[in-house]
Structures are given as structure tokens and as C-alpha cells.
């Protein structure tokens, strides 16, 4: 297609108020959660954590020799060691490896508190983002924060009896049929199905099974500091932080919850009745790591419409349009039966966290 049919808008607000679109599913990336707080722009925990010195020189040739970049795992084998070792009273080694299993713990605690952002600094945007996510059926967040998480709790909470996203995570478990929770509750029209392929923060894993991590009260505010309270107790996060395509679809394996998001849901956004075809994508680069989240979201055959945001600000419209160009070439040739492809600004009124007082979000 040439450049002009291509649905250049670059203007959401305009464009949307026009075009009843885009109601159906939300990718969103790390773009996302930097538009809250540049904090993170750190993707990778383990180069920010060895930048930091956190992790002693000896512990970091864990990492190494399992060729990892990944917390949960390294603080999984080495609590695995710890179990033999103590079954066959190998008792030389225990102190080392406690040493090791702390030093790893304790880093991942430091990092996490030196970059993301406190409540209270994220709640100016929450008002904003949540008018945003009212609009669709599934939200996929590909980050670990827990932007995402409070701005739900928020909503949810405005209509505490029949909330109306749901996140598939139980109090002390993992909901055992995601695909059901696309039925709304009682008296509501519609749901949204919000997932998380990557795992996040207030997912914990260990011999307790998968499961939410628990507040200490009804308030969301020290939800941080509870979840990283909980790190230091022994529970192991569940997120994926290891920044290869491959070893992240490996981590998802391991995993019943992130197993069944990725096989169950992500290849099936378009397949629940009523549901809309369409599918944004905010602050994702679609990069070569994270292929096998496009390799399971181009199983939606019968997806028509595909929007996508590219951070515009400061660039000529000769080096917009070409970015641009690379993406809709990339989705053509995955997904050649899509209809229309538009790209919007990331920082354009009524997207994510830009403000605007004239869009709606009715559902």
C-alpha cells in the first residue's frame, strides 16, 4: 500500500471520536510504564543491578554459567540446591549457598525499590489511563510494575460488587480456566480480561503453588513494600526478567499461570463471542525478544483492524513515516489478512495516560 492509505492519523483523539474502532484488545509494553515514570526505562533488572552493585562478583557467575538473566530462576536452582544439600546433610556447602540465595534476593529487593515508582507518585495518572481502559475486552501487559495492577484495583473498586476487569489471580491461587472469566458478572454488559505473558510483581511462585500476593489491608498503597516484604520472607517472584526470546518463552513453561495465558489466551483475543477484531498496541517495539508473544498473538487469524503507537515527538514526519513503514511491513507479511493498519502518537490526547476531556470511554 502506499504511504497515504496506510492510516497515517497520528492524531488518536480526532480520529476515534470519527471511527468507532478499537474496542477489542491492548498490548502494552514498556513504552507504557516509561510515559508514567522514566524510572523505567530500565528493561533489564539484572544489567541495572550489576550496574548498581548489587550482586556480588562470585554470585554473578551463577548467572553466567546458566547463561540467565533471569532472578526467578538463578533464586529457584539455588533453593533447589539448598533442599539437597540438606537431605544429604552436605552441610559445608549450605552456608554458601544461603549466602548466594540471599545476595540474589536481596538484589532483585534493592533494584525493584530503586526503580519503580511509589503509589502515590503513579496515582496522578490512574483517572486517565482507567477512561482509557474501559474501552477493551483484553489488556496484555508485557511489564512487571504494578502500573497496571493498582489502576485496575481502582476501577474495580468503583464497582466493587460487579468490578469489571478481571485478572484470572486468586488470593491464594491462580484461576484453574481463564477462557471462562471472559463471562461478565451479574447484571454487567461486558469484561475485560487483563493478563500478564511476562508474569509481574504481585505474582508469587514457590512451593505454596502460584498465586496473588496479599495486601495487609483493603489499600493498595503499600502494596510495594508488602510484595518486596514478602521477598525477603522467602516467597519468589513471578516475572520474567530475562531479556531472549527464547529463555522467556522457556520461563513461561515453567510456569502454569504464564502457560496458560500464552497458550490459552493470546492466540485466542478474537475468538470469544461478540468480541471486537481489533487490536492496539501502545509502547511496544514488537522487538526480536519478545517473538514469542508475536509468534502466539499472529494466531488471530480473523483480525481486521491493528493500531499501533510510535513515539513521534521531536521527529520529522520523514523519520515517522518510516518507522511506520517497518511495522506495517512487519504486520503484512504475519498478518496479511488484516484490513486496516492506522499508527498514532503515543503522546497524542486520549491515549493512555494524555489527557482529554471530550473522549469518552461507554462500553
Known sequence: MAKGQQGYQWEWAKFIEKEHLFRGSLILGNGSSQAISPNFTYANLFEQAIENEHILEDVQKLFSEF?????????????????????????????????????????????????????????????????????????????????LYWIIMKENNKNHNNPLFKDGCKANSIHDDLLRLYEPYNGEKSSCLAVYPHGSLFLSTGNHGESKIKLKSNSTMDLLEHILDYWENGTRPLFVSDGDSKKKKAAIKR????????????????????????????????????????????????????????????????????????IYKKL?????????????????????????NRLTAKR
Open 67 to 147: 547463561d540467565t538473566k533471569d532472578f526467578e530462576l538463578i533464586l529457584k536452582y539455588l533453593n533447589d540446591a539448598r533442599i539437597v544439600n540438606k537431605a544429604l546433610d552436605f552441610n559445608n556447602d549450605c552456608e554458601r549457598l544461603d549466602k548466594a540465595y540471599n545476595n540474589v534476593r536481596t538484589a532483585l529487593i534493592k533494584i525493584v525499590r530503586d526503580i519503580h515508582v511509589t503509589y502515590q507518585e503513579a496515582l496522578p495518572h490512574f483517572e486517565t489511563i482507567g477512561l482509557f481502559l474501559r474501552r477493551f475486552q483484553n489488556i496484555v501487559s508485557l511489564n512487571y510494575d504494578l502500573v
Open 255 to 326: 510456569s502454569n499461570y504464564l502457560s496458560a495465558v500464552y497458550y490459552d489466551i493470546l492466540p485466542n483475543l478474537t475468538k470469544p463471542p461478540k468480541h471486537d477484531k481489533s487490536l492496539l498496541i501502545y509502547g511496544w517495539s514488537m522487538a526480536k525478544q519478545d517473538d514469542h508473544i508475536f509468534e502466539q498473538i499472529r494466531k488471530n487469524k480473523d483480525l481486521e483492524t491493528v493500531g499501533v503507537s510510535i513515539y513521534a515527538q521531536g521527529k520529522s514526519e520523514d523519520t515517522k513515516d518510516g518507522e511506520a513503514d517497518k
Open 332 to 356: 503484512k507479511d504475519h498478518f496479511p489478512e488484516i484490513q486496516k493498519i492506522y499508527f498514532f502518537d503515543s503522546t497524542c490526547a486520549g491515549l493512555w495516560n494524555n489527557e482529554i
